[in-house]
């Protein structure tokens, strides 16, 4: 038992001394062979990365509680363009038109929300109605909903910059801006929504045990849908963060998306086949990547060998994850 | 016996896993040509043990022989080189696959440049399947044969290789009785072909039809061997648990209430038809009858996850609809499941949110869940049940077969039903634990619940139930009372054979 535990142990704090790792290694290797003069574990570095993170970070949040669910969502990457999409656009729609810079700013945010909300409701109202796995119904929706951006302005980018928007975007509170903000609560939000709500208990037992949540009277499908609308939320509001200030959308815009968000997650130690899972340590994947990125960069790796690294780093962890598992089982079995 | 070394013999054989002496010092040998049958509890070192025969696990301690000969086995692979072929319980079988590649899976015959060879590969597996009177030929899917059928292609698997030895692990778990004489006929034509047999079962009648000798292991540690010529079932029973299991009938005078639950004319499709019965608060009433004859379909109806072709249900008098197993809750209708596992329980979930699941949406100050109200609804099950566990916090995968049936149980009573279902109640759960578990079932009865108990084994059917509901393909053949219940009569009118032909309703 203890030695289970123990095991348990390891594998919650595992992202964490990972990250940890990593500081120790960019800052001792910055020494020797950055390009630049900075310190890697600078506090605006440091400001600048959490900020960096948020776009991807705030959709594997979503995925976590999908993922936890037993489920996942490769439409997310798509959404997220639409979302922006809508968002950039409607400020020019004449129905919001004299309401102003500032003014349209809410009406615009809350047509991308909607959409996001709608789209991930449609991924949750086929998975619930049909029963078809939630892979195959969000493969699907990935391509169609990449179809509608691409239908909305065909090749080119949607453009508009709104600078009240802008300002409000980049200003900083702590010297945190508003995307790094909005990563942070979230983070937290959703943490509570799962650990300490009803709609997270069951999430987790619809994800362990989908027959013996049925028996035990959740009504698993409506449960579901809220979590794709959920995720559908998330997005939009990634893509709220990321474009608010940027003010241009290019249709391929958030393509693998819903991969680097699943990167992060598996990470985290979310299980793939649902019910286990944290969202704090989702939170330590998404800053883990990026961590590996910028830690790179910074001692001059290019964009290749970081996504290589990236790579057999997340295959290192699932063999570390797996051994640790085979070894807690072999314990039990008498 | 005979004098000739055997087919195959243990000596010694130890296994520890982290905390668990699982095999300790375990002693066992197979005659060429011999039955051998391999007794004991979920949990006694079967399966640890058919694992080392097997080569899946390494002994720490102790030796094998085979024919004589001391070996080695560290793969199954090197297992069955020696001759040891295992029959596993679990089909291991590619549905998609043809019988004969099956058959020859892992060694299929090769022409050149790698490609199979069809005809040899037919023609092969061809007449093992003739050798084992198998009324199927070499190329039909394997996905589209009866359980008894592929237990048959793994039969041939085992014959491609010149098996000494072969294990059987349980191979009767799920064939109608038709395919058990089949496969008993195998099983003593192998015998007659010299082959050793260890025949790993929990049904004792089997055992006596099937065996030569039957060897008893408790705890992981071998008990003794009995002639089977010789032995009777108490004797085997005593060996097994170390004393005799109280299961004798209920005598206990039904405390009727008022009917909790009328069934009035209920069907379902093919499933089961006109269904009639009644259940007073106060009382147990036992479901018995073949595999497939209904029973659970009709806990699965009155839950709300089947739906009812015609019929009526009344609770307390009044009609109701239970369409999800939501409205079944709602009505007071709790099923405790028959696979605990799958469909009870949440094993990654601890004890406390296992037992509260289905309420939890009732347990809430504001929008969070009230760690207070929770623990509180866990302790007083927790006492009432007696399950031992160290804390709520606890996992549910990791504690026994008998305190996760418990947990289950108390799940549904914390939610005060009017009629508790209970499916299989002591399926898989060891022998101490049971007698427990059938001592909860009549004291919820003395406490007023109407309990159904859904059950396959007769001893426990007749211990626990006031009334007992025999069925056979989908109808209620014959309702009995305590007093009139006889093995004889019961077994008689789940086989279809209607004792002075009073059907009663």
Redesign the interface.
């Known amino acids: ?1 203890t ?2 535990n123990r095991t348990k142990t390891i594998k919650r704090g595992a992202i964490w001394g990972f990250i940890v790792l990593e500081l120790i290694f960019f800052s001792v290797a910055g020494r020797f062979l950055s390009v630049s003069q900075t310190q890697f574990m600078d506090l605006d570095n440091m400001l600048l990365l959490l900020k960096q993170s948020a776009p991807i970070g705030i959709i594997a949040l979503g995925m976590t509680v999908i993922m936890i669910n037993g489920n996942i969502d490769l439409s997310v990457g798509a959404i997220f363009a639409l979302c922006a999409i809508v968002m950039l656009d409607s400020q020019t729609w004449p129905i919001f038109a004299g309401l102003g810079e500032l003014g349209v700013i809410p009406f615009a945010w809350g047509m991308a929300l909607l959409t996001g909300m709608v789209l991930g409701a449609i991924n949750g109202l086929i998975v619930w109605k049909t029963g078809v796995d939630a892979f195959i119904v969000t493969l699907g929706a990935m391509l169609g909903y990449r179809g509608l951006v691409f239908m909305y302005n065909g090749e080119q980018p949607t453009f508009l910059l709104n600078w009240t928007l802008v300002d409000m975007i980049e200003s900083s509170l702590l010297g945190l801006e508003f995307p790094a903000i909005a990563f942070i609560v979230l983070t937290f939000l959703i943490w ?1 929504l799962m650990t ?3 709609h997270g ?2 999430a ?2 619809v994800g ?2 989908r ?9 698993v499908g409506p449960h579901m849908l809220w979590n794709f609308v959920l995720i559908g939320f998330l997005t939009a509001l990634s893509s709220i963060v990321f474009y608010s200030a940027s003010g241009s959308v290019n249709p391929n815009d958030g393509e693998l998306y819903e991969l680097w968000a699943i990167t992060a997650v598996v990470l985290g130690g979310t299980k793939l086949t649902g ?2 899972g944290s969202v704090i340590n989702t939170f330590g994947g998404v800053i883990a990547i990026q961590l590996l990125r910028k830690g790179l960069g910074h001692i001059g790796a290019d964009t290749e060998t970081v996504n290589l690294v990236i790579g057999l780093i997340l295959i290192a962890v699932l063999f570390l994850d797996r051994q640790l598992n085979v070894k807690g089982k ?5 | 016996m005979r004098t000739q070394s055997p087919a195959l013999r243990l000596e010694d054989i130890v296994k520890t896993f982290p905390g668990v002496r699982a095999l300790d010092g375990v002693s066992f040998e197979v005659q060429p040509g011999e039955v051998h049958a391999l007794l004991g509890e979920n949990g006694a070192g079967k399966s640890t043990l058919m694992k080392v025969l097997a080569g899946m696990h390494q002994p720490d301690e102790g030796r094998i022989y085979i024919g004589g000969r001391q070996v080695t086995m560290k793969t199954p692979l090197e297992a069955k080189a020696e001759g040891v072929v295992l029959i596993h319980q679990e089909l291991s079988l590619a549905e998609e696959l043809s019988a004969a590649e099956n058959i020859y899976l892992g060694e299929l015959p090769r022409k050149r440049f790698g490609l199979v060879d069809r005809q040899t590969l037919l023609a092969k597996a061809g007449a093992i399947l003739e050798r084992l009177k198998c009324g199927f030929g070499p190329e039909v899917t394997v996905g589209d044969l009866s359980i008894a059928n592929k237990q048959m292609v793994e039969i041939a698997r085992a014959l491609t290789v010149d098996a000494k030895t072969v294990v059987f692990d349980e191979p009767t778990a799920s064939l109608t009785d038709a395919e058990k004489v089949v496969l008993f006929d195998i099983i003593r034509d192998l015998k007659d072909r010299g082959v050793g047999i260890v025949y790993i079962s929990h049904r004792m009648e089997e055992i006596f039809t099937i065996s030569d000798r039957i060897s008893v292991l408790r705890d992981g540690s071998y008990r003794g061997t009995l002639i089977t010529a010789d032995t009777n079932e108490d004797e085997v029973t005593q060996l097994m648990i170390g004393r005799s299991l109280d299961l004798t009938r209920n005598h206990e005078p039904a405390n009727l209430g008022a009917i909790a639950l009328e069934v009035k004319a209920l069907c379902c499709g093919s499933l089961f038809h006109d269904v009639s019965f009644k259940v007073h608060s106060g009382e147990v009433v036992g479901f018995y009858g073949l595999v497939g004859a209904g029973r659970t379909e009709i806990a699965e109806t009155l839950f709300g996850l089947r739906t009812p072709s015609s019929g009526a249900i009344c609770l307390e008098g009044k009609e109701v609809t239970i369409s999800s197993p939501v409205s079944a809750i709602e009505n007071g209708i709790s099923l405790v499941p028959e696979n605990r596992k799958e469909q009870g329980l949440v094993l990654g979930m601890n004890c406390r949110d296992n037992i509260t699941l289905p309420q939890v949406s009732d347990l809430t100050a504001g929008p969070f869940v009230s760690d207070g109200a929770e623990i509180a609804i866990f302790d007083h099950y927790r006492d009432k049940l007696e399950i031992k566990t160290p804390n709520w916090r606890q996992l549910v995968g990791n504690l026994s077969g008998g305190n996760q049936q418990k947990i289950v149980i108390g799940k549904w009573l914390s939610m005060h039903p009017k009629v508790l279902i209970v499916d299989e109640p002591t399926r898989g759960i060891d022998v101490g634990s049971k007698s427990e578990i059938h001592k909860l079932i009549r004291d919820l009865a003395r406490q007023g619940y109407a309990v159904i108990v859904i059950s396959s084994e007769m001893p426990e059917v007749m211990h626990v139930s006031d009334r007992i509901i025999a069925m056979y393909q989908g109808r209620i053949m014959r309702e009995f009372t305590s007093e009139e219940v006889t093995e004889d009569n019961l077994v008689q009118a789940i086989s279809g054979i209607v004792a002075n032909g009073d059907r009663a309703a």
Not at chain 1, 330 to 334: A, C, D, S, V, Y
Request: glycine share 10%; charged share 25%.
């Open positions: 038992m030695t289970s509570f300490k709500t009803v208990r069951n987790y037992a362990d045990n027959e013996a949540a049925v028996n035990a009277g959740i009504r019910g286990s072999g314990e039990l079995r008498t």
